[in-house]
């Protein structure tokens, strides 16, 4: 055996029999009224904001006219009227849009103060406040509104809540759902960007921010941080955080404050200023450029941008660092573009410079989002293949994406390990969804979500994460994101709904990131040989016959990189593979069946 199929040997031997931990984060989805991600024990905190409409039969549905709130947002009179337009009333909407994928049953509805709601939709009845019930749920008729109809000025309704069936006693005890801390427990971290409405926030004042007070948590300034620091606390997760573009200092000294006094201090804090600063579709990236403008950087916008991002970062850092002290609690990531690593070392580049980091405070990882397969919904519309186009063609085209995925990681670390530090993913997974004009195609959407269904899904995922973990020696891997239904603006949920245990992304995170394996590092494979016939090949195909039971073939190139093939059984001892066109050169192979394993080399020439 060559040496270097000897050390290829031992290294697959040793990831085989002895997976270690795999650090892996999850991203949040945006807690709103039409999310399957069901966090709250009352529901009513995952309402839609008012609606406000005129107080009458027939009115349509939104006036567009603005009532006076009390501070926890409930109107202060219902019916109201500023004297101009007719009287007004409010409904919210829960459960909204999410096709039944919420608990039927009894559920609790709780209303403080004077006056008279409605609920119609999955349920229905008019109710006195105050009020203390159960009401029946039927999910499959859509989803839940309540009205305030009446509420006296003297005493105006407030405290609503409409617990789940389940927490019906145990409410007070239990803010979030059972179903929910379960699926974050297997998590590292969380992170909080779509919790936060981190895109395009309009949040500067910590006056600004959500308050957990408030009748509701899907409000544009996010979920109150408070939420947040109890749900870390009590998963026993490290939080990942994402600081508003326009947060002032004074802001994020309240924050880290609040932070320091009320998070956990065995759990670590993952800053980020912003999200993805340098991608002009967010509001942040031409605020960024504006403001370095304003402050005297040079080039162009998006360069201004990227001098901002590292500027602000060690502003949030240092921030932070005076808040907390020193110490190992704080992980402080510099945001870079996954698929350019030359932008990425301009960013680090300026991170360092005295100019945008006058403290020189030191950041311990870069993150970057290297999604796969981001390219093929827009090439199947532009070539007019939507109707002739097969699941298992899509599918074959997302693993081709590979490769180049692969190659932005390897990059990317090139450029932290420039800097020494960690790479971090702050998202990552499949980008199989489709851009204007592409984006409308009704046909086109359905194929790309049948192919995010495709069972394939999850050892194309396997294969992803055994990359980034194995090949590339990435650190932290937040994956995007939790629950979610798919649509034609992308299929991104690990699962759809909360009880979808058996969505292919979710099993490849059980099978190949969770999973722990007992060590057997001193158990040995028996070594065999095998025949590879013909060797060189001149088409990219060959042979391999084994006395192995039912192996498992893995492929690589001269550079350690994983190769992807299509494999095909002849009989009980022969298989056939066929390597894609861009595999030239020396082939090296790994053939093992549990208990004994061959390895091999064949030259591709073409």
């Known amino acids: ?334 945001p870079c573009w996954a698929a350019n690593d030359w932008v990425s070392n301009e960013i680090m580049t300026y991170f360092n410079d005295p100019l945008y980091n006058p403290k020189q405070v030191k950041a311990d990882a870069m993150a970057i989002a290297p999604y796969f397969g981001g390219a093929v919904g827009d090439q199947i519309g532009r070539n007019n293949e939507v109707g002739s186009i097969s699941i298992t063609e899509i599918v074959r085209r997302i693993r081709v994406s590979l490769p180049e995925t692969f190659a932005w990681m390897d990059a990317q670390k090139a450029v932290a390990d420039r800097y020494k530090v960690k790479l971090m993913a702050y998202e990552g997974g499949s980008h199989i969804v489709a851009t204007w004009p592409q984006v409308d195609n009704d046909a086109l959407t359905a194929k790309l979500i049948a192919a995010n269904r495709d069972p394939e899904l999850q050892s194309l995922y396997c294969e992803y994460t055994q990359y980034w973990y194995n090949t590339t020696k990435g650190d932290l891997f937040s994956f995007f994101s939790s629950h979610g239904l798919p649509s034609k603006w992308g299929s991104w949920g690990m699962k759809e709904y909360m009880s979808h245990t058996q969505a292919p992304k979710y099993k490849a995170l059980q099978e190949c990131v969770f999973a722990k394996t007992t060590s057997t590092r001193d158990q040995q494979l028996e070594s065999l040989e095998v025949q590879v016939f013909p060797n060189p090949s001149y088409d990219g195909s060959f042979r391999i016959q084994h006395g192995l039971n039912k192996p498992r073939l893995v492929l690589y190139d001269v550079l350690g990189r994983r190769i992807q093939a299509s494999v095909r059984e002849l009989n009980t001892q022969e298989i056939q593979v066929v390597l894609p066109e861009i595999a030239v050169g020396v082939v090296f192979g790994v053939l093992e069946d549990g208990q004994s394993a061959a390895t091999f080399k064949v030259a591709i020439e073409r």
């Open 1 to 334: 055996m060559s040496k270097f199929l000897s050390i290829l040997f031992s290294c697959f031997c040793t990831a085989l029999l002895a997976q270690a931990p795999k650090p892996a984060g999850i991203n949040l989805s945006g807690v709103v009224d039409y999310s399957t991600e069901l966090v709250f024990t009352d529901a009513f905190k995952q309402s839609r904001e008012w609606t406000v409409h005129e107080a009458r039969d027939g009115a349509p549905w939104d006036s567009g006219v603005s009532i006076p709130l009390q501070a926890n947002g409930f109107p202060l009179q219902i019916p109201y009227s500023n004297g101009v337009q007719p009287p007004q009333a409010v409904r919210a909407l829960m459960l909204w849009d999410i096709q039944g994928h919420y608990p039927s049953g009894r559920y609790r509805l709780i209303v403080q103060g004077s006056g008279q709601v409605r609920l119609w939709g999955a349920t229905s009845g008019t109710f006195q406040c105050p009020v203390d019930t159960l009401v029946t749920v039927n999910a499959n008729n859509g989803g839940v509104v309540l009205e305030i109809e009446r509420s006296l000025a003297s005493n105006p309704i407030r405290n609503v809540k409409f617990i789940f069936p389940q927490y019906v006693n145990t409410y007070q005890n239990q803010t979030f759902t059972t179903e929910f801390l379960n699926f974050v427990k297997d998590f590292q971290s969380i992170r909080f960007m779509d919790w936060l409405r981190t895109n395009d926030s309009p949040v500067k004042t910590w006056s600004e921010r959500s308050l957990p007070t408030h009748y509701t948590q899907t409000k544009n300034s996010g979920v109150a941080w408070e939420y947040i620091i109890e749900l870390c606390n009590t998963a026993q997760k490290d939080a990942w955080i994402n600081i508003p573009h326009q947060a002032t200092d004074d802001y994020i000294k309240q924050l880290a404050a609040l932070l320091k006094e009320k998070l956990n201090p065995n759990l670590k804090i993952y800053l980020e200023y912003s999200n993805e600063v340098w991608n002009g579709q967010f509001a942040q990236h031409g605020y960024a450029g504006n403001i370095g403008q304003t402050l005297g950087y040079t080039g162009e916008p998006w360069a201004r941008a990227w001098k901002y991002t590292a500027k602000r970062s060690a502003d949030v850092f240092y921030s932070f660092e005076t808040v907390f002290g020193p110490g190992t609690r704080l992980v402080k990531v510099v």
